[in-house]
């Protein structure tokens, strides 16, 4: 079986999830806890990041590597497109994706959980420990503001991120005027990244993360609340609908978790 090495919030790891998902292929979960998780990825891989596919003695990191393989060993659903301009145009619409919601996602959702409490121990999956929910909601916000400086999110990169990210979901709403596809009339890798990477704006609406029931559907008001975007999120949900395995046995945990999510 193929074994995807993961951070269940990543974003790009829920790109991989949902391309293997759309292929309909069995795959095994090994999440990757920071550090000590990464250090046994390093010297498994010669690097530290996810995701990372296994598949028998291969090891293929990075999203867009591991979709170009996937295509070649398992070209059943296939996600890129061998006409050329179709091929160029997902690929582009892919990589644009990647650095533009992906990287500006994070940033946003950076700022959120820097100043609230809950939120950052809600985010954490569900089978996490008791003792490291308490030890995650009680780190200080100035603490992770300064991290913050210190990874070059301050509050004006994150002012930034937010302003460009409305831009590019204006765009994206455009591009799916009358197209089921950002494409055409096929999904493909395009759909699947700009759907996944999408989520930590606002979190799919069903049982696909392991996360808390109270976060589905959930996400920056900025964002999830804008009757400008509703479209947008409508499409990302259908793809989730069409193409995403939901997860069995998920059960909530106790305790509080945001409605909403707040940025100043």
């Known amino acids: 079986m193929l074994e995807l090495y993961q951070w269940e919030l990543s974003q790009f790891s829920e790109k991989v999830r949902l391309i293997l998902d759309y292929k309909g292929l069995e795959y095994r979960k090994i999440e990757v806890a920071p550090g000590i998780g990464q ?37 059943d659903r296939p996600l890129i497109p061998t006409e050329p301009k179709k091929r160029a145009l997902t690929l582009l619409l892919e990589d644009w994706a990647d650095e533009s919601i992906g990287v500006k996602g994070r940033k946003a959702l950076f700022a959120a959980i820097s100043q609230d409490q809950n939120f950052r121990k809600s985010l954490l999956p569900v089978s996490t420990p008791d003792i490291l929910k308490t030890f995650v909601e009680g780190v200080p916000g100035d603490f992770l503001s300064a991290l913050g400086f210190g990874v070059g999110f301050s509050p004006e990169v994150i002012n930034t991120a ?63 609340d804008n009757p400008d975007y509703e479209a947008f999120f409508s499409w990302r949900d259908r793809i989730y609908t069409q193409f995403r395995k939901p997860l069995p046995g998920i059960t909530p945990p106790v305790g509080n978790a945001p409605t909403s999510i707040q940025i100043d």
């Open 39 to 75: 250090l046994e990825l390093f010297r498994l891989t010669g690097q530290k990041q996810v995701p990372v596919l296994k598949d028998g003695n291969r090891y293929i990191v990075d999203s867009t590597e591991i979709a170009k393989y996937l295509d070649s060993e398992y070209p």
């Open 162 to 224: 937010i302003t460009s990210l409305k831009q590019d979901l204006d765009i994206l709403t455009q591009l799916l005027v009358d197209s089921p596809y950002l494409t055409g009339d096929e999904p493909g890798l395009a759909d699947l990244t700009v759907a996944s990477l999408s989520m930590l704006l606002k979190f799919p609406d069903g049982a696909y993360l392991d996360l808390p029931v109270s976060l589905r559907g959930k996400g920056l008001p900025i964002f999830a």
